[in-house]
């Protein structure tokens, strides 16, 4: 009973470090696409483009950096499989960006 509250309190803090850097990373694209329709600057709509990849990557080295300490290794290859997922699309649209 005592390693289950262990665990629920562990992931319950995984869940504030992820909505955390979620939140941090909504400010930041909001900041940035609204600073670009004032100044009409492509740099920082290419900016807000680049924090929306980069908000769920972390998020998710976050996760995958606890379950390879909780050794699980379905979640390991589905959170690897959804990081290359993100950076083949990241790729795409940055070499697409015009």
Known sequence: MEEKKKIESKEKRLNSYLSFDYMIGLIITTIAIITGF??????????????????????????????????????????????????ASALIGLLNFN
């Open 38 to 87: 004032i100044t009409r600057n492509n740099f920082f709509y290419k900016l807000s483009v680049i924090f929306l990849i980069i908000t769920p990557v972390v998020g998710l080295l976050i996760t995958l950096i606890y379950y390879i300490v909780k050794r699980q290794i379905k979640s390991i290859l589905i959170i690897i499989a959804v990081l290359l997922i993100l950076a």
